[in-house]
């Protein structure tokens, strides 16, 4: 199964190595809203609190999306082909979740690289922070992949659903704005979003405070949402006919 | 070792699409044995697809049973997958990947360590002509290019039984013989054996020791491509006259032989057509019908088609 996932990782992997830089054009939307929108927030809030955010941000929209490389695979063929051979079937999607971690990593970086000149200073506990955003991301990139598997060639269906689901968790988790000074009923939908827990816990990890009951949650949410990206994507997989 | 690689017994397939349900593979018994190379010929969603999806384990069989290899497709999947390669309707390569990368990790999901892969790969880069190309993007190959990478990737771990879906469809002439080539190569060299679909007539009676006529789901016809044709079709001797009148009057002459009358020819199907012509001729003579010129052409698989199904596989294909 390690042997099996190795190699569906290092594929995944191949075409981001052989063009680096193909890495950096899939993260203009983080930096537009670093760019185009931090600089309207208010004083109080600032980098500190809007550049963990974007992280989260950048792994949401990156893995989120990430469904739509396969959705292309299954119309091309390859993804038949990858079926038809003797990976274990578990592995086609866990190989792939896994791959998710290597982009978001360097998105995370560059943009905190690009943040720091102009005044955003991340404390150690960010290495945790990127760790349990790693755990996010390649659960993200498995539901991604088994919303591709569950629209089949339907790609409008795949594309339809990402974009209504993407933009309400990326509201209500508070990546652009406070929640807590909001209606109670979008307090309340917000607590039922995962991400907002990811976001509260990197913006502790971020400013330095690391044994703290939020970052307990961030990662309880993470892990939460990997097993379940994991759970479903290998069931939908195991069934997946061509 | 056993010599079967394929038994099927009522291998059936139904899809249900929005309360309609079609039967694309109805009770199919096949066998096919170790180094025959077999065609699977048919129109346009006759089933030869979704019977090979059944066969290489991407689509459970709605009921009836196949062994591939010695194994059952359904519960030994991981067996069946081990022995057989498949080159399926699609490209197999990811079109965001180089060539080489993905023929190296065919390799290893079958098993083979990265440097006998490399090896491997370079063999079938090689032997295929794809030296050129192999270190390029696969979205940037032509059609040609990308279906013999689709071969090489079929082939890494030379596989006892090899299944292609439609090889050739869409590439022009000179690549489909070129292809050919390669499959016939494969099968003489290796002893591989090849179960391929194809709607075209002629790849079927080049390549195939042995042709399934499939239509609507059903195996109508299975035998060598010259005993279907002496079976099922003979000689079609064809007359064009100068004018309806003396066609009209030809009509009477044809030694009881059904003719089938289309502008200004008349087409005879009748076993022993270079016999015959002198025979007809001489009628013609003596009740003084000109006849402006006279073919004889021997059967094909598309006689064979017609004969069983009353269609042209060859209109049905233009359609
Ligand atoms: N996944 C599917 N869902 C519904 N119908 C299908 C599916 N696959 C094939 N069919 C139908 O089954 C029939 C046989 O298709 P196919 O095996 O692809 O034919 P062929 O390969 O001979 O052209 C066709 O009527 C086709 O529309
Ligand atoms: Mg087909």
Same mark, same amino acid.
């Given at each position: 199964?390690?042997?099996?996932?190795?190699?569906?990782?290092?594929?995944?992997?191949?075409?981001?190595?052989?063009?680096?830089?193909?890495?950096?054009?899939?993260?203009?939307?983080?930096?537009?809203?670093?760019?185009?929108?931090?600089?309207?927030?208010?004083?109080?809030?600032?980098?500190?609190?809007?550049?963990?955010?974007?992280?989260?941000?950048?792994?949401?929209?990156?893995?989120?999306?990430?469904?739509?490389?396969?959705?292309?695979?299954?119309?091309?063929?390859?993804?038949?082909?990858?079926?038809?051979?003797?990976?274990?079937?578990?592995?086609?999607?866990?190989?792939?979740?896994?791959?998710?971690?290597?982009?978001?990593?360097?998105?995370?970086?560059?943009?905190?690289?690009?943040?720091?000149?102009?005044?955003?200073?991340?404390?150690?506990? +960010?290495?945790? !922070? *990127?760790?349990? /955003? @790693?755990?996010?991301? &390649?659960?993200?990139?498995? #539901?991604?992949?088994?919303?591709?598997?569950?629209?089949?060639?339907?790609?409008?269906?795949?594309?339809?659903?990402?974009?209504?689901?993407?933009?309400?968790?990326?509201?209500?988790?508070?990546?652009?704005?406070?929640?807590?000074?909001?209606?109670?009923?979008?307090?309340?939908?917000?607590?039922?979003?995962?991400?907002?827990?990811?976001?509260?816990?990197?913006?502790?990890?971020?400013?330095?405070?690391?044994?703290? +009951?939020?970052? !307990? *949650?961030?990662? /309880? @949410?993470?892990?939460? &949402?990997?097993?379940?990206? #994991?759970?479903?994507?290998?069931?939908?997989?195991?069934?997946?006919?061509? | 070792?056993?010599?079967?690689?394929?038994?099927?017994?009522?291998?059936?397939?139904?899809?249900?699409?929005?309360?309609?349900?079609?039967?694309?593979?109805?009770?199919?018994?096949?066998?096919?044995?170790?180094?025959?190379?077999?065609?699977?010929?048919?129109?346009?969603?006759?089933?030869?697809?979704?019977?090979?999806?059944?066969?290489?384990?991407?689509?459970?069989?709605?009921?009836?049973?196949?062994?591939?290899?010695?194994?059952?497709?359904?519960?030994?999947?991981?067996?069946?997958?081990?022995?057989?390669?498949?080159?399926?309707?699609?490209?197999?390569?990811?079109?965001?990947?180089?060539?080489?990368?993905?023929?190296?990790?065919?390799?290893?999901?079958?098993?083979?360590?990265?440097?006998?892969?490399?090896?491997?790969?370079?063999?079938?880069?090689?032997?295929?002509?794809?030296?050129?190309?192999?270190?390029?993007?696969?979205?940037?190959?032509?059609?040609?290019?990308?279906?013999?990478?689709?071969?090489?990737?079929?082939?890494?771990?030379?596989?006892?039984?090899?299944?292609?879906?439609?090889?050739?469809?869409?590439?022009?002439?000179?690549?489909?013989?070129?292809?050919?080539?390669?499959?016939?190569?494969?099968?003489?060299?290796?002893?591989?054996?090849?179960?391929?679909?194809?709607?075209?007539?002629?790849?079927?009676?080049?390549?195939?020791?042995?042709?399934?006529?499939?239509?609507?789901?059903?195996?109508?016809?299975?035998?060598?491509?010259?005993?279907?044709?002496?079976?099922?079709?003979?000689?079609?001797?064809?007359?064009?006259?100068?004018?309806?009148?003396?066609?009209?009057?030809?009509?009477?002459?044809?030694?009881?032989?059904?003719?089938?009358?289309?502008?200004?020819?008349?087409?005879?199907?009748?076993?022993?057509?270079?016999?015959?012509?002198?025979?007809?001729?001489?009628?013609?003579?003596?009740?003084?019908?000109?006849?402006?010129?006279?073919?004889?052409?021997?059967?094909?698989?598309?006689?064979?088609?017609?004969?069983?199904?009353?269609?042209?596989?060859?209109?049905?294909?233009?359609?």
């Amino acid at each position: 199964m390690i042997h099996d996932t190795t190699i569906v990782f290092s594929r995944e992997l191949r075409p981001v190595l052989r063009d680096p830089f193909s890495v950096i054009f899939t993260m203009v939307q983080p930096l537009f809203f670093l760019v185009l929108f931090s600089p309207l927030l208010p004083e109080e809030t600032g980098l500190q609190w809007f550049v963990p955010g974007m992280i989260v941000m950048s792994c949401l929209f990156g893995a989120g999306s990430t469904g739509g490389n396969l959705l292309f695979e299954m119309q091309t063929g390859s993804h038949e082909r990858m079926l038809v051979s003797p990976l274990r079937r578990p592995a086609l999607i866990v190989g792939r979740a896994l791959k998710e971690i290597v982009p978001t990593m360097v998105h995370s970086v560059l943009i905190i690289a690009i943040t720091i000149p102009f005044g955003f200073r991340p404390h150690a506990g +960010a290495v945790l !922070g *990127l760790l349990m /955003l @790693a755990i996010m991301c &390649v659960g993200l990139g498995a #539901l991604s992949y088994s919303l591709a598997l569950a629209s089949k060639n339907k790609e409008w269906i795949f594309w339809a659903v990402q974009q209504t689901i993407s933009f309400p968790l990326l509201l209500l988790a508070g990546m652009l704005l406070p929640i807590e000074g909001g209606p109670a009923w979008l307090q309340f939908l917000s607590k039922l979003n995962p991400l907002s827990y990811l976001v509260n816990a990197e913006r502790e990890l971020f400013n330095g405070e690391v044994l703290t +009951a939020n970052v !307990g *949650l961030g990662l /309880l @949410a993470a892990v939460g &949402v990997a097993a379940l990206g #994991l759970w479903v994507g290998t069931r939908q997989m195991r069934q997946a006919v061509a | 070792m056993t010599d079967t690689m394929i038994r099927t017994s009522a291998l059936t397939k139904r899809f249900t699409v929005k309360k309609e349900t079609v039967e694309a593979v109805r009770g199919l018994d096949l066998r096919v044995t170790r180094g025959e190379m077999v065609a699977l010929l048919g129109p346009n969603g006759a089933g030869k697809s979704t019977t090979l999806r059944m066969l290489t384990t991407l689509l459970p069989p709605t009921s009836g049973e196949a062994e591939v290899a010695g194994f059952d497709v359904v519960t030994r999947q991981r067996e069946v997958r081990a022995r057989i390669g498949y080159i399926g309707q699609g490209n197999g390569a990811g079109h965001s990947q180089r060539g080489r990368d993905e023929l190296v990790s065919q390799g290893r999901a079958y098993g083979l360590s990265v440097a006998d892969a490399r090896t491997r790969a370079q063999e079938l880069i090689d032997s295929l002509d794809l030296g050129a190309v192999a270190d390029r993007v696969v979205s940037s190959l032509s059609g040609g290019q990308r279906r013999r990478l689709d071969i090489a990737m079929g082939l890494i771990h030379a596989p006892e039984l090899l299944f292609l879906d439609e090889p050739s469809t869409g590439l022009d002439p000179q690549n489909r013989a070129n292809l050919q080539e390669h499959v016939v190569r494969m099968h003489a060299e290796h002893g591989t054996t090849i179960v391929l679909t194809t709607h075209y007539l002629d790849e079927a009676d080049a390549l195939a020791d042995r042709v399934i006529v499939i239509d609507h789901g059903k195996l109508i016809a299975d035998d060598t491509p010259e005993r279907l044709k002496a079976d099922h079709a003979g000689d079609r001797i064809t007359l064009t006259f100068d004018s309806e009148d003396e066609l009209r009057r030809a009509e009477g002459h044809t030694l009881g032989i059904a003719a089938v009358h289309n502008g200004l020819t008349l087409t005879l199907r009748a076993a022993g057509g270079r016999h015959l012509v002198p025979k007809l001729m001489r009628g013609f003579d003596e009740a003084g019908v000109q006849v402006s010129a006279v073919e004889v052409a021997r059967p094909t698989l598309d006689d064979v088609f017609l004969a069983l199904t009353g269609r042209s596989l060859r209109e049905e294909n233009q359609a």
